[in-house]
């Protein structure tokens, strides 16, 4: 593959490109967390993740600390576009002395890559967790006995009100957050992003599309959750907080937040795992209807 000069332009994540981006994620039926405008923006603070428009294809390119650089694979408008846009994505990774790799490729697009000669394997790490929201809401059958019960050992003990969160709780929001962070080791996958992803998407609630939902004890805010309904199937979670020192808070928020906010849709992504096992395990406990495969490029030795 020859080594060139691409004339692709990214820029850092901006408000002002909401439209742009939705108008490749929505006809696309994009329900896989990692290309939501809301998490581009959320955690693309300070150049993390940057995007560039050609013709009609959309490239998402990602450059952590830490981290070598990789693109998600590009979004085109025209389905035929696609091995033109892989290999401009290539020469441009290549161009910045980078490896070529490329993450976050669903499932039904593997054959573009394939048949460009790419080999591929599972990026389990960053399977979305589907759930039916029905079940979440309910949490009926044996599978979830566990956490009717917790929520019943929470009920035996406190009271609680239910709140829809509002940009003016802002503080409320980030001292629950501060709570949960105590004894945390920041250098743990994702906290030091996540802050600030919060403190955005707190800030932006509308223009992020996201709504919020809390419980509140004694008045006191202690538990939140944020999310955005992707479309009439299926919404994604961002950010579930709670004070876990007050057993059956955290299923207690799972089911009043997904019974408040989106009793319209068939499906609930509560995002990935990172690989942390206890994530996993939590995730995996709430019984989850599928795993939104994705795949990734396999690094040359």
Known sequence: MAKEIQNLHFQP????????????????????????FPTLI????????????????????????????????PLCRNPEDYPRAIETAAMHLESMGAQVDFRGIPEEYTSYFTQMGFALEEDRDNFDYVYQMESLRTLSGKKLHGKRNHINQFLSQYSFTYTPITPDMYADCIRVYNTWL???????????????????????????????????????????????KVDDEMAIIYFEKADGDIPGLYPLINREFVSHAWQD?????REEDMGLEG????????????LLKEYKTVRAQ
């Open 279 to 290: 994530l996993r395990r939590a995730k995996l406990s709430y019984a989850p209807a599928y």
């Open 182 to 228: 105590e004894g945390k080791d920041p250098s743990v996958v994702g906290i030091q992003g996540e802050q600030v992803a919060i403190d955005l998407g707190l800030k932006h609630m509308a223009e992020l599309n996201l709504v919020g939902g809390g419980i509140l004890m004694d008045g006191q805010l202690k538990a939140f959750s944020l999310g955005e």
């Open 265 to 269: 849709v068939k499906y609930i992504n």
């Open 42 to 73: 959320m955690w693309g603070q300070g150049k993390n993740i940057r995007v560039a428009e050609e013709g009609d294809t959309l490239y998402i390119l990602y450059t952590f600390p830490d981290y070598v650089p990789y693109m998600l694979m």
């Open 13 to 36: 994540v901006t408000l002002s490109m909401r439209e742009m981006i939705y108008s490749y994620l929505k006809p696309m039926g994009m329900h896989h967390s990692q290309y939501s």
